[in-house]
């Protein structure tokens, strides 16, 4: 169970940006733009942007590609959860398309309206991330069979692979030799001379 751990926590990893991403946006929300009597083209725009940032960092996640797939194939337990998160993204993504019709400056009502359709765009993502963590890796740990761990995590490592390659990133130096060795060889230190005799 230990690949099924570190593909959990790796999911887990992911999250956090996001999570990060979502919290300062419903702190921007509260502490500038509540109850604002005009908000200005520049303040809805940046609004705006980072909400799509957000949904769509969180829509192309590797839990979305991978996981997701692997929990529906190993199990019908999880039709409801999923189903409700499936919901909250669906909330998610009318919140999006309502944020789309405000540009320039707003005024009035219509910044409280946007900023209905922010808090509400931030609470239903956050409410999902929360739910994953707390219900569906759980049930994943138990109900994806060990193989499978193995194939989803291949898949998350050919993923990163790929998207690092695009951007044109070199590969990652292996660790060092030490790093690997089996415990049986000595492991040599700098600074200390080996002499080999023939």
């Not at 130096?173 to 023939?198: D, F, I, K, Q």
């Amino acid at each position: 169970m230990l690949t099924a751990t570190y593909t959990l926590v790796a999911l887990s990893v992911e999250q956090t940006p996001v999570r990060v991403g979502l919290q300062s946006l419903r702190q921007l929300l509260h502490a500038y733009y509540v109850h604002q009597p005009v908000l200005g083209a520049a303040q809805v725009e940046y609004a705006t942007s980072t909400m799509q940032r957000l949904y769509h960092g969180c829509h192309w996640r590797k839990l979305d590609k991978f996981l997701l797939p692997a929990v529906r194939r190993a199990t019908r337990l999880a039709d409801d959860l999923l189903a409700e998160l499936d919901a909250l993204s669906g909330q998610a993504s009318d919140a999006l398309a309502v944020s789309t019709a405000f540009t320039g400056a707003i005024e009035g009502e219509q910044v409280d309206a946007l900023c209905s359709v922010i808090e509400t765009f931030c609470r239903v993502l956050l409410t999902r991330i929360e739910r994953e963590e707390q219900e569906l890796f759980p049930l994943a740990r138990v109900a994806v069979p060990g193989e499978a761990w193995f194939a989803l995590a291949n898949q998350m490592l050919a993923h990163d692979a790929y998207l690092q390659e695009q951007r044109g990133e070199p590969a990652p130096a292996p660790p060092p030799r030490a790093a690997w060795l089996p415990r049986s060889e000595p492991v040599r230190h700098p600074g200390v001379r080996v002499t080999t005799l023939h």
